[in-house]
């Protein structure tokens, strides 16, 4: 590890614990259109809104943003920029 990168750990560490905080935020909070879909509504409506619209669209954006910081460490190293 490059010594400079040592003093990062503390970022690293902030950043994925927002992750951890945000991903169940997105699963577990929001509206719809018949309103709140976890206290108002069946549980057959709270399933379907949780397993096909907000877990698909969590994971994808997982998904998207880690590739797109692939992708940009990946140019950054083509192109040697640090």
């Keep these: 590890m490059h010594a ?3 003093r990062d750990w503390p970022l690293y560490v902030l950043l994925l614990a927002a992750l951890f905080l945000v991903v169940p935020l997105a ?3 929001g509206r719809t259109s018949g309103g709140p879909a976890f206290g108002f509504g069946s549980p057959e ?4 809104i949780f397993l096909e619209i907000r877990l ?3 994971l994808l954006g997982l998904l998207v943003g880690g590739t797109l ?3 940009g460490a990946a140019l950054q ?3 040697r920029n640090p």
Excluded at 45 to 48: D, E, I
């Design 4 to 6: 400079g990168r040592q």
């Design 27 to 29: 699963l577990f909070t």
């Design 45 to 48: 409506l709270a399933r379907a």
């Design 56 to 58: 698909p669209r969590v």
């Design 69 to 71: 910081g692939v992708c």
């Design 77 to 79: 190293g083509l192109l």
